[in-house]
């Protein structure tokens, strides 16, 4: 269904090609997924199929790459798009229509398709999706998240024969991520669709792959093969192999059930170390009985007559990270902007130190509270690195240098001419940190900070919040990453519908949730493991945690 024969790609400007050397097959009706680290042109391999590479992004393709027989070289997107549907990371960028009903028919009016026919495939999708309370919603009031599904929903309701998916889960919370996967699964199986996913959270989607195609890095060739194996020698895996890995499982597990199968004499060994390592994520320092960095009290918000939140008490202290949960929709956004300020709320109060946010100005806002939004680009507007930094030192009133400093940091190797266009995702949320750094807010908040990013660059992020977090800095995240609130979150708070449902120690509240849960705390369950690090501190001690 889609063959790449010795497909290279440079871009202009480029000294080295992207990719070089892809050279595989996607048999009709199988899932393929595409894994590697960041950086390293999966999404020009997923561009090339849709005929967006060269022919909307510029540059050289060497190499012949068909899809349904049709040669992208001689067919630009428009003459693929009855056969391939594409969805990429962003999907604001998608949508062309105003509602979730016309956003979903779009696609079929644009083929021609009769009225009677898009109907019931809109109906199809709609409950396929879990989209029918939302079908007449205005897009843009919509959580990140649910606009996912609706990108997703809008190229499925057409038909494709080839589905082209990049990081189609990110923004998802882990239930929608299960009911889209699951939802795939069955266009693969039932339909014969054939599905070409590139997605950094492989503990979602390796138990679904037929054959994962590995980009190891520049100069390598990809690697093509099936999971275990593939995840035997590849860079990134998730912590399912990981834990493998560590036990010398043969060969590697690629879902809980495999894993929980081989664990029973890890769970001997295990059993007696349980009590030596700490099963929350660290201590926090002892803080004064009246050390707050921010309260809420009683905060309700109405947004377009839709109550977002509702009856909200949250206390933040110095040092603490907490990890803010729960479904798209939530309220997790909603909580994070009314804590800088971005809401006006319709009840109750919040207060950062001594200020009420939506009424302090931006200016002396920024010293006591920084936001890094779910689009780190939406901070950042200069056409160089550098600009940005001044106008972040000047915004601040903080020394010359101050941003560049935490830049060198975060990103060493970054120019100082570099666009922030031409960042990875992972590179411009490090640059977005920086910029709200340089005023040194006690109160951090990130929205989605894993979204685009793979494992090595998600450890750095971690190792860089733990160490503000030991600086003093509050630092509250709104994800659906569950591994990454079990890495660093001292607590979890659960929202649902507005409400808050649980607040308590990491490990109380992720333990008891099946939808939250981290891999390592399910496969190892009824003992409270959360992460492949404290299971390796404990089978050899002296390692870090």
């Not at 507005?498 to 333990?511: K, L, R, Y």
């Not at 492949?532 to 870090?544: I, K």
């Amino acid at each position: 269904m889609i063959r790449f024969e010795d497909v290279s790609v440079t871009y202009d400007g480029a000294g080295e090609p992207t990719v070089q050397g892809v050279d595989f097959e996607v048999p009709e009706g199988e899932l393929v997924l595409l894994a590697g680290p960041s950086g390293v042109g999966k999404s020009t391999v997923l561009g090339a199929v849709s005929g967006l590479v060269p022919h909307f992004t510029g540059g050289t393709l060497r190499g012949r790459v068909t899809v349904a027989g049709r040669d992208t070289r001689t067919h630009k997107p428009r003459e693929l798009a009855d056969v391939v549907g594409t969805v990429g990371q962003d999907p604001l960028s998608h949508f062309v229509t105003d509602t979730v009903e016309d956003e979903l028919a779009y696609g079929m009016e644009s083929l021609g398709l009769a009225p009677d026919v898009m109907r019931r495939r809109v109906e199809e999708t709609l409950d396929l999706l879990g989209l029918a309370g939302l079908r007449h919603r205005p897009i843009a009031t919509l959580s990140g998240g649910q606009q996912q599904r609706v990108a997703i929903g809008s190229v499925l309701t057409p038909h494709p024969s080839v589905l082209v998916l990049d990081e189609p889960t990110s923004a998802l919370d882990p239930a929608a991520a299960e009911e889209v996967l699951a939802v795939l699964q069955r266009l693969v199986h039932d339909l014969g669709t054939t599905v070409l996913m590139a997605e950094h959270r492989l503990e979602r989607v390796i138990q679904y792959a037929d054959q994962v195609v590995l980009l190891p890095g520049p100069g390598a060739a990809p690697v093509l093969g099936p999971p275990a194996e593939v995840m035997a020698v590849s860079p990134v895996y998730p912590p399912v192999v990981a834990l493998g890995r560590l036990a010398g499982w043969s060969p590697l597990p690629m879902t809980v059930r495999d894993a929980r199968r081989r664990a029973s004499d890890l769970r001997k060994q295990l059993e007696v170390r349980e009590g030596i390592v700490p099963q929350g994520r660290g201590e926090l320092r002892d803080q004064p009985p009246t050390s707050r960095t921010a309260e809420v009290q009683a905060l309700s918000v109405t947004r377009s007559r839709i109550q977002a939140l509702r009856g909200i008490d949250l206390t933040i202290t110095p040092g603490e990270t907490i990890a803010l949960m729960g479904r798209n929709g939530a309220g997790k956004s909603t909580l994070l902007n009314s804590l800088v300020g971005l809401v006006t709320p319709s009840g109750g109060s919040v207060r950062v130190g001594d200020a009420v946010p939506h009424r302090t100005p931006p200016k002396a806002l920024v010293r006591k509270v920084g936001l890094v939004p779910q689009e780190p680009r939406d901070l950042l507007y200069a056409d160089t690195v550098a600009a940005e930094c001044a106008a972040a030192d000047q915004d601040a009133d903080a020394e010359p240098g101050t941003c560049r400093a935490l830049v060198t940091e975060l990103l060493p190797g970054v120019s100082d001419d570099t666009h922030p266009r031409d960042l990875s995702e992972g590179q411009r949320l490090a640059l977005a940190l920086a910029v709200v750094l340089t005023a040194r807010p006690p109160l951090l908040l990130l929205d989605e900070p894993t979204r685009g990013l793979d494992y090595a660059a998600k450890a750095r992020l971690v190792a860089v919040l733990r160490t503000l977090a030991a600086e003093g800095h509050a630092i509250v995240l709104a994800t659906h990453d569950v591994e990454l609130a079990a890495e660093i979150a001292h607590r979890v708070v659960l929202l649902a519908d507005g409400e808050v449902i649980a607040d308590g120690p990491t490990a109380d509240v992720v333990v008891s949730s099946p939808s939250f849960a981290p891999q390592v705390t399910k496969i190892l369950a009824p003992q409270h493991w959360l992460t492949v690090s404290q299971v390796r501190a404990a089978l050899q001690p002296g390692t870090d945690s």
